[in-house]
């Protein structure tokens, strides 16, 4: 880190535990004749906000993109309708917006502020991407200590979404964070931990962004230890036996640190193009493809192999057709039988899945809106689909007898993606909404902040 961050990162830690000495103890209010002079709306007569997967545009009435903590608190003291929050906006069903509602987008909201490499800590404002991040704490050998598979999302994102995190026994993001600061609709903030107004902490993580808006987090961190990869061929209804005996308990490096930014991915788009579009491209993928991505044991630093970019994908969406994903989660002894029922319901709907990834995670009784309430493996659907009536409707078809065979098997369903579930389903799987739409119902009595989720399955 050269000496002109050092300062300006200096200076904002000093600024901000003065800030934070000020919020200790609770809710700390401010009147709006106190705030600096209201600022410019970003759009006063409508902007369209939508996914990446673009199936779900919708027209919010203003816009703000903040970039202190004061400017959230200012909006929401001045601003009286719906209030939403948008962060990379790769949820995939509505989950950052709602009509005529004031959006907040977060992207440009993403300071490092504070920072002790001694006790691998980390404070910063939630729009910062996991990117942005790493290139702080590379310099110091540290890493991410739970994230997803790809570093472009915001903080604020996957603590909403409680993302499942990608390392084996450590679960979902929020088994990372040490404490949080929110915003919420009364325009107070709040400092939230496991042992400060806990109550908002566990049911903030995993809200997706119904009880107010999360503005820092504090995290811990892990060491960049070096990784290898490597690659087994195992009978499906072998491999829970296999996880537990060569995957839990358990040379040749790259040389580089971090996947630089902007790279170019061409041929990683031509290929997965191929894959998903031609004829054939199944079996190529099988012969060709994943051999030759998987030859060799590369041995790489954490942080490299947790800075991939979304853009080596290739596009998402072209306004025809999208990529998109699902999720499920069953008991480790159910995995073999939820295989067995998601490929004939696969095959019978055609479905045209480019990829079913397996993770594991242990039970989660941490957020409220937990998904996994002992040892689960989630099964990742990445599939391609169009956009038609037809087609979104068929989506939801299979998509509801994905979760049927999850529920039926004692597990559950991922909240980012289309809303394609009952509310029968949804309360299944998730039994302690019922908890949580009554806590929302006292931090936020006039249900200001919504989103396509919350307007379909909060039915007060």
């Known amino acids: 880190m050269n000496n002109n961050i050092q300062s300006e990162l200096a200076s904002d830690v000093r600024h901000n535990r003065r800030r934070r000495k000020l919020l200790q103890g609770g809710m700390a209010g401010v009147a709006v004749g106190a705030l600096q002079p209201w600022l410019s709306w970003a759009a006063s007569s409508g902007v369209l906000v939508d996914d990446v997967t673009l199936l779900n545009p919708i027209w919010v009435n203003r816009l703000l993109t903040p970039r202190t903590t004061d400017e959230i608190r200012q909006a929401l003291t001045t601003w009286t309708g719906p209030v939403c929050i948008g962060g990379g906006r790769y949820s995939m069903g509505g989950q950052i917006a709602t009509e005529h509602s004031l959006h907040l987008d977060m992207r440009q909201f993403n300071r490092v502020i504070d920072y002790s490499p001694r006790d691998k800590i980390v404070r910063v404002q939630s729009g910062i ?66 042992n400060t107004n806990a109550d908002l902490f566990h049911a ?99 942080n490299y192999e947790a800075s991939l970019d979304v853009a080596s994908l290739g596009p998402i969406a072209n306004g025809n057709s999208t990529y998109a994903l699902q999720e499920y989660f069953v008991p480790k002894a159910q995995f073999h039988a939820f295989v067995q029922r998601m490929a004939v319901i696969l095959r019978m709907h055609r479905t045209h899945a480019i990829n079913v990834s397996v993770r594991h995670s242990p039970a989660d009784h941490a957020s409220w809106l937990g998904w996994a309430r002992e040892d689960v493996f989630s099964f990742v659907i990445y599939y391609w689909q169009g956009v038609s009536t037809a087609d979104r409707d068929e989506v939801g078809t299979w998509t509801r007898k994905l979760i049927d065979a999850a529920l039926s098997l004692r597990g559950s369903y991922y909240l980012p993606y289309q809303l394609h579930a009952t509310h029968e389903q949804f309360a299944r799987a998730y039994p302690n909404a019922p908890r ?25």
């Open 436 to 460: 949580f739409f009554a806590f929302k119902a006292q931090v936020d009595p006039s249900n200001r902040f919504r989103n396509k989720l919350w307007d379909k399955y909060n039915l007060r």
């Open 129 to 194: 991407r996991w990117r942005d991040l790493q290139s702080v704490i590379d310099a110091h050998d540290l890493s991410v200590k739970i994230m997803q598979s790809y570093a472009n999302f915001t903080v604020g994102g996957a603590l909403s979404v409680n993302a499942h995190g990608r390392y084996v026994g450590a679960g979902p993001v929020i088994n990372s964070v040490r404490a949080l600061q929110m915003v919420l609709a009364d325009g107070s903030v709040v400092e939230a931990s496991r």
């Open 204 to 302: 903030s993580i995993g809200g997706y962004g119904a009880l107010g808006v999360i503005t820092e987090v504090e995290l811990d961190l892990s060491s960049n230890v070096a990784m290898e990869r490597q690659v087994r061929h195992v009978p499906v209804a072998d491999y829970p036996k296999f996880f537990d005996d060569q995957v839990r308990g358990n040379a040749r490096a790259v040389s580089d640190r971090l996947v630089p930014p902007g790279e170019s991915y061409k041929f990683n788009q031509a290929v997965m193009w191929g894959v998903a579009n031609l004829p054939g491209g199944e079996s190529f993928r099988k012969s060709v493809v994943d051999p030759l991505r998987y030859h060799s044991s590369p041995v790489v630093r954490r």
